[in-house]
């Protein structure tokens, strides 16, 4: 399940790196862009949920709670109190990983975009 959802999560930076390549600024605010963030924050707590299960750990309900609403902030207080300071180089990682799929997809995406015009 945890491979599942992290799949998930590189489909959805694919989505979001080519939405960022394709439309313009002025779409950001478009119900897309909110689905898109609303869906990327869910998985991610589904992926916690599923990881600390993994790990052996039971997740509070309201730090998997604070992971949808404010994921930038509660993402690295997950994987400090999953991992410990251990966790500070996991999430650099799980970061880059997404980040280097949304680019790759939005590069791909505007490569494609470029040759048909």
Known sequence: RRRVTFGVLLVLAGVCGVRMA???ESADNSPGALLVAAAT???CAIWCAFDARVLGKRAPPVLLAMVFLVLPIALP???LWSRGLRGILFGIAFA?????????AGFVADFLAESRS
């Open 22 to 24: 394709t439309l313009p």
């Open 41 to 43: 924050s869910l998985t």
């Open 77 to 79: 207080i997950y994987f």
């Open 96 to 104: 880059a990983v997404f980040l280097c799929a949304m680019y790759a």
